[in-house]
């Protein structure tokens, strides 16, 4: 493997996310049309999002802000305080991720506005524990929903050219 994609699996590991967690979210995305579909299936799916430069920019990017945010070392206070409530109408966390999921087309954007409504699995957790322990996962959550959205949209693309 490519030593920034290492690196990025590296950097979801030290906050808590593994591979099969986004495997999973990727799973529950295409469950209503795969119902015998594994998360094992979609490890492929989730390593090869990964392994996009732009995907990798994106993760180490968003997580260094988050943990930036929470060691209270941002220079700007407004942001900072704005990343450590996940302050609903900051909206950049989002259009990091939305980077991640335009590599993908249109599917992976939906699949992305789904899970991220819908909080499931790791994603629910990042999002919880962001909110009541302290931690900094403002752009962490959705970046771990882009990349389950956009592995769950290759799937479905290479599924329908069988």
């Known amino acids: 493997m490519e030593e920034l994609a290492q690196h990025c699996i590296d950097l979801l590991a030290s906050r ?12 529950y995305l295409q469950s209503d049309y795969h119902v015998d579909l594994k998360k094992e299936e979609l490890v492929e799916s989730v390593l090869s999002v990964i392994s996009k430069r732009e995907a990798q920019f994106a993760i180490v990017t968003g997580i260094e802000m988050d943990k930036v945010a929470e060691q209270h070392k941002m220079d700007d206070k407004v942001l900072e305080a704005a990343l450590l409530r996940d302050e609903p109408l900051f909206g950049v966390d989002e259009v990091l991720a939305y980077g ?58 290479r599924w329908i050219k069988k």
């Open 100 to 157: 991640i999921c335009n590599l993908y087309g249109s599917i992976a954007m939906t699949n992305f506005g789904f899970i991220d409504k819908n909080k499931y699995g790791i994603i629910a957790k990042l999002n919880e524990a962001g909110k009541s322990t302290g931690v900094c996962n403002t752009f962490l959550d959705d970046i771990v929903g882009a990349i389950a959205a956009s592995a769950a949209s290759r799937f479905a693309h």
């Open 16 to 27: 808590g996310v593994s591979i099969d967690d986004i495997a999973d979210c990727a799973r």
